[in-house]
């Protein structure tokens, strides 16, 4: 079975703070994905890599930098959190753009 | 880019109706298209998905059905439960695109 990983279920962290948030998969995927999920909202696409060092902006990248040094982590990074990053962010990943995305459990982010 | 619609936003049927979530798109190219769905505090799972060289595909009680032509596809859930009750995500995506485009979700409450 596939398995999707993040760092934490739960965070809380202040605004202004640095935030990092970490995805790690198992089955040597080419294509990791970083959504956040608000409700009525649906599933928003923040980043997108498609290989080791590449990333392409989503549809939300305003305020996020992704990074992946290596095929199975790719972190999600909130430079300078704000209070409306408040969210639920859901990792995928897939062996290619035409392929089942799995997801992680979420991480729910909490900014005070 | 490809935009994805999703109808209806909220569904509601008694047990053992059937349950129909159409989703249209708008890239011809696009050739894989999944349908996920997600549980109350669970993650996406996929549950069923059929690409363009196919026209209908069934699992059980769920049926997916692709209109190329009219560039749109559906779920079909027969004999619905209570344990049907979640959001339903369609998406679609195309090779070389990197990723996949989400329709907004689909809330199916199942009434006993």
């Known amino acids: 079975d596939v398995k999707v990983t993040q760092s934490s279920r739960y965070l809380v962290k202040r605004t202004g703070e640095k935030v990092f948030l970490e995805c790690v998969q198992d089955m040597d995927h080419e294509n990791m994905f970083w959504y956040r999920q608000d409700p009525g909202l649906g599933l928003r696409l923040i980043y997108f890599s498609y290989d080791v060092k590449m990333k392409e902006k989503g549809d939300i990248p305003e305020g996020y930098s992704v990074s992946r040094e290596k095929k199975e982590r790719f972190s999600l990074i909130l430079e300078s959190a704000s209070t409306n990053q408040t969210s639920m962010y859901l990792c995928a990943s897939s062996l290619t753009e035409t392929d089942t995305q799995y997801f992680g459990p979420g991480t729910r982010l909490t900014v005070l | 880019g490809e935009n994805v619609e999703q109808h209806p936003s909220t569904l509601s049927v008694q047990e053992g109706d059937s349950a129909v979530i159409k989703c249209t798109y708008s890239?011809?190219?696009?050739?894989?298209f999944p349908w996920y769905k997600q549980e109350l505090g669970k993650r996406p799972q996929l549950i069923i998905d059929?690409?363009?060289?196919?026209g209908e595909k069934k699992d059980q009680r769920i049926a997916v059905t692709l209109n190329k032509t009219a560039k749109h596809f559906s779920l079909h859930i027969t004999e619905t439960q209570p344990e049907d009750s979640a959001v339903y995500f369609c998406a679609a995506s195309r090779t070389n695109a990197g990723k996949s485009t989400f329709g907004d979700g689909t809330t199916l409450t199942v009434k006993p």
């Open positions: 059929i690409r363009s060289n196919v």
């Open positions: 890239d011809s190219a696009s050739n894989y």
